[in-house]
């Protein structure tokens, strides 16, 4: 059996590496596990798309890295590394778990440890890394104009007396955001932007401290089809141009394919599978995720072809809340029904981990062992 092995240190090609990526929220009596156990890595100047329906805990791995959770206790295992610093070093001494009678218990003050990470990451988010959020204009403060946000970000970055000259920067880069008229939009307040102007302020003000990572949380979400595709080739060509890696998040698996070269796939706080888009999404590997088929097929049917069977997802709050001694994936596997008696008792109640079925190709699920793509 060839697993994907964990390592305990941070490669020097990678300007993210997460290791084994623990969030639970106290919630009703019960903990839901958002992001339970997450691996995965970004190489310098990679582009990596994570993937998975809402709830599959793909933006709170991200929040998670940068300390943005909201919510008791947060992040409780786990090691992540951006560029070459360890930002959730430490939290082993902060936070312990136990599990009794069945019954996850979380000890130690974490508000210790959240102090430590927030001043280690103080020096990163911007500089190393930039995020762009699922919601521009929320992310925008409403009363201050588009150039005294750009000016004060760029006077965080750089000092005082970059932000007194800010124009004489912000207005070449606004224009390699393709605004017409920069100065213009410098006067302008977000409640006076469009959808398409708030989401190119955003990636501004994401690349003013040149970062090595950009991460962009459902960049297109609310747009239209039009605006979508603008956006996204004016990513792609920052990408060309910049040279920086980025971790796009989204549903929508024609993206990934058009704009990354790899492909995580999450389901119920979980990764469960991963590998170059190629094989991933466009089918060229012979072996998918029963889940992943799921998705490529959920994203087939929205072209409204007669042929096109509905999908039925269920929820995962459940999964999520309960957890799982088996495949999380389980309960909704199209495979179950096809397996004899063993083979179903060993997928509900051992979990699979992320077997290698290519050179760079991860699937956790029972029913790929000795698989290749």
């Not at 959730?88 to 902060?94: N, R, T």
């Not at 403060?141 to 932000?163: C, I, K, N, W």
């Not at 069977?309 to 709050?317: I, S």
């Amino acid at each position: 059996m060839d697993l994907l092995q964990p390592t305990s240190q941070h490669p020097a090609s990678d300007i993210l590496t997460v290791q084994d990526l623990k969030t639970y929220y106290h919630k009703n009596g019960a903990f839901v596990r958002a992001v339970d156990g997450v691996s995965l890595n970004v190489r310098n100047h990679a582009t990596v798309g994570i993937a998975g329906e809402s709830g599959s805990g793909k933006t709170q791995t991200v929040l998670s890295i940068l300390g943005l959770t909201e919510g008791s206790p947060g992040v409780i295992g786990g090691q992540a590394w951006i560029d070459d610093v360890n930002v959730l070093e430490g939290l082993h001494h902060h936070c312990q778990c136990r599990i009794i009678d069945g019954q996850l218990h979380i000890v130690k003050d974490l508000t210790k440890f959240r102090k430590l990470q927030e001043r280690r990451l103080q020096d990163l988010r911007g500089n190393k890394v930039a995020m762009v959020f699922q919601e521009p204009k929320s992310s925008l403060s409403p009363y201050f104009s588009v150039g005294e946000q750009l000016r004060e970000t760029l006077a965080a970055r750089y000092g005082r007396e970059a932000g007194k000259n800010y124009q004489e920067q912000m207005i070449p880069l606004l224009e390699r955001m393709q605004f017409a008229a920069p100065k213009q939009i410098l006067q302008k307040y977000p409640h006076e932007l469009s959808g398409g102007e708030s989401q190119r302020v955003m990636l501004a003000l994401a690349l003013i401290g040149n970062p090595k990572l950009l991460i962009a949380d459902e960049p297109t979400t609310l747009l239209d089809v039009a605006i979508e595709y603008h956006i996204l080739e004016l990513l792609a060509s920052l990408l060309a141009e910049k040279k920086f890696a980025l971790l796009l998040i989204t549903h929508n698996l024609a993206i990934l394919k058009h704009y990354v070269d790899e492909v995580v796939i999450m389901f119920a706080g979980k990764v469960i599978e991963h590998g170059p888009t190629a094989k991933v999404i466009d089918g060229s590997a012979p072996v998918r995720h029963p889940y992943t088929e799921v998705l490529h097929h959920a994203a087939v049917s929205l072209g409204l072809k007669e042929s096109a069977k509905p999908v039925r997802l269920g929820p995962q709050r459940e999964l999520t809340v309960k957890g799982t001694r088996g495949c999380c994936y389980y309960s909704r596997c199209r495979l179950k029904d096809r397996l004899d008696p063993a083979r179903r008792a060993h997928c509900s109640n051992e979990e699979p981990p992320l077997l290698k079925v290519g050179e760079t190709h991860y699937i956790a699920c029972w029913e790929m062992e000795g698989q290749v793509d």
